[in-house]
């Protein structure tokens, strides 16, 4: 059997990426007293996988409210497929949401419906198709994320990996060009995440969707992700291949890469232990 | 220190006031961009379920309790007077003018205010309504017009209900346990109660329903994290939606006196 890596590098990725389609331009964003993003600029390109990795709190789903627009930056630029989307108003913006997948961190499904009233949402919203065809394209969607049969529940009847994976079906169902994976396999078992990793993988190679993953999952990390960005302290401290990642020397990377913490972060908890 | 202190007291309070009269501007609009699509009102129907059906019950039995109340404490004093026949008036003018409005109002506050917050509050914590809205969907058009057309158009008709439901009741005590006798009563009854109180009715109780819905939805969709954040807003919606009905309450009252001594002169009713 051949790495991943190995696939990956046979894949002629230098035609597969393309031109940038999100572009973020020095965006700042304070809530209050915090400051959680500082100037940060950043690319996605067209076809790329990339990786948002950061510490919890340091503004990784932040990040990805920005790019649809669900937040708008105190100062700074948002670009998507070539206009400028932070100055729209929200019945402009429908249109640039229409290409966009986004699974939220903890799934946000509606819960006065049921799991396939959920998935169909976006296609009865905007589409016009018959209620079967909808019926079909959902349940593909629901088995594609291993949950076909279970339309008649509601999210209140799921487990918490259950409503991730619905959450993630219902981003799929209009086949959008741009996907946000706010934590895609959190929360579900080892094989489950793999399962959900090929299923990134092969969303970007069939359909060669951009795709932009939040995720503390080292696993994932190395298997879907085509380059690793690193957030810290509202900048991005580290931006290159997986593989450069392994070999950083920025410490703060090193640590995410080993799962490793510092004694000075420790200190908090070794206190106990001692009068 | 105090200045800026009150400064900034007051600025918050005039952006919140701004937003909220922004929220309305848009529910309105979507109200006439959206009345044309039949995907809009298949979402308006439960709405109607939920705030109309579900409320009769508690309407029913203000309207009857307040007719009945109404007519206890007034016979002993008209009877005395010798009025008691003339006790209709009195009973009916201030079911369809004031308590019934004024009543069914506060029942609906409570009973589907509180539900309406709680529930977009909830949606609103759990990134519901930011999911709508990356999905392309405006959360105003698809959670606030349905809820707002609800409470709009069902305040009436249940003010109405328990109108009805409160002169049947007051006459039955008067009528049929008090004997005063049928004829006069519902003589004097009609003679007074003019299509102008029952006007004047309708139109508080339209008020009404529209501060109730887009008061108990503005405070919904602002409300702050955590279930903290939906348990007071739920409070904050009761308390502001109440006092509004009652200042408001007290506004039109003033005004539809006034024009229509204006218009009609002073009307005796004894
Ligand atoms: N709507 C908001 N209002 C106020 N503060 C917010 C809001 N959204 C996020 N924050 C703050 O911004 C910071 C970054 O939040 P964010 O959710 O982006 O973290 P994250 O990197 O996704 O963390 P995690 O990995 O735990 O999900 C947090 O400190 C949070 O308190
Ligand atoms: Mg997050």
Redesign the interface.
């Known amino acids: 059997m051949m790495p991943e890596s190995d696939t990956r590098q046979s894949d002629p990725s230098a035609s597969r990426i393309g031109a940038p389609v999100v572009e973020l331009r020095g965006v700042s964003k304070r809530f209050g007293s915090l400051e959680v993003l500082r100037d940060v600029s950043v690319k996605f390109r067209r076809g790329e996988t990339t990786v948002i990795i950061g510490a919890s709190g340091a503004g990784k789903s932040v990040i990805l409210k920005h790019i649809v627009s669900l937040l708008k930056p105190d100062s700074g630029e948002v670009h998507c497929r070539g206009e400028r989307i932070d100055t729209m108003t929200e019945r402009e913006l429908v249109a640039v949401r229409t290409h966009f997948g986004f699974l939220f961190q903890m799934g946000a499904l509606f819960d006065s419906l049921t799991v396939a009233q959920n998935v169909a949402f976006p296609l009865v919203e905007h589409t016009q198709r018959a209620a079967s065809d909808i019926a079909k394209t959902v349940s593909e969607k629901l088995r594609m994320v291993g949950l076909d049969g279970l339309q008649e529940k509601k999210p209140a009847q799921l487990s918490g990996g259950q409503r991730k994976r619905v959450g993630l079906a219902r981003a799929i169902a209009l086949d959008p060009e741009i996907i946000l994976y706010d934590e895609p396999t959190t929360g579900l078992d080892p094989i489950r995440s793999d399962i959900i990793n090929e299923l990134i993988l092969k969303l970007q190679r069939e359909l060669n969707v951009t795709s932009i993953v939040v995720t503390h999952d080292m696993a994932s990390v190395r298997k879907i992700g085509d380059r690793v960005v690193m957030l810290h302290e509202g900048k991005f401290i580290f931006d290159g291949s997986p593989e450069e990642m392994e070999t950083s020397d920025v410490k703060i990377v090193r640590q995410f890469v080993e799962g490793r913490a510092e004694d000075e972060q420790l200190a908090g908890i070794r206190m106990k232990g001692k009068p | 220190m105090i200045i800026t202190t009150i400064g900034r007291k007051t600025n918050n309070s005039l952006e919140a006031f701004g937003r909220f009269w922004m929220f309305c501007l848009r529910t309105t609009r979507w109200m006439f961009t959206g009345m044309f699509q039949y995907?809009n009102w298949r979402l308006v129907m439960p709405q109607f379920y939920e705030v109309g059906n579900r409320s009769l019950p508690v309407i029913a039995i203000t309207g009857t309790f307040v007719g009945m109340v109404l007519a206890v404490q007034a016979y002993d004093q008209l009877h005395a007077a010798g009025f008691a026949e003339r006790m209709g008036v009195l009973l009916n003018l201030t079911l369809v003018q004031e308590l019934g409005p004024v009543l069914a109002a506060v029942m609906l506050a409570g009973r589907v205010g509180g539900a309406l917050t709680a529930e977009l509050g909830t949606?609103n914590v759990?990134?519901?309504i930011?999911?709508l809205?990356?999905?392309?969907?405006?959360p105003i058009r698809y959670l606030v017009v349905p809820r707002f057309l609800a409470c709009l158009i069902l305040c009436p008709m249940l003010t109405l209900f328990a109108d009805v439901c409160g002169s049947l009741a007051g006459s039955w005590i008067a009528v049929g346990l008090k004997d005063i006798p049928y004829e006069p009563y519902t003589y004097y009854t009609m003679d007074a109660v003019a299509k102008w109180d029952m006007g004047v009715g309708f139109i508080k109780s339209l008020i009404f329903g529209w501060i109730i819905g887009m008061v108990a939805c503005y405070k919904g969709f602002h409300c702050r994290a955590g279930a903290e954040g939906v348990g007071r807003a739920c409070t904050e919606a009761f308390v502001a939606i109440f006092i509004a009905i009652l200042i408001v309450d007290f506004f039109i009252a003033t005004f539809s006196t006034g024009l229509y001594k204006m218009l009609y002169g002073f009307k005796s009713l004894v």
């Open positions: 995907r949606m759990t990134e519901q930011d999911a809205r990356a999905m392309g969907s405006d």
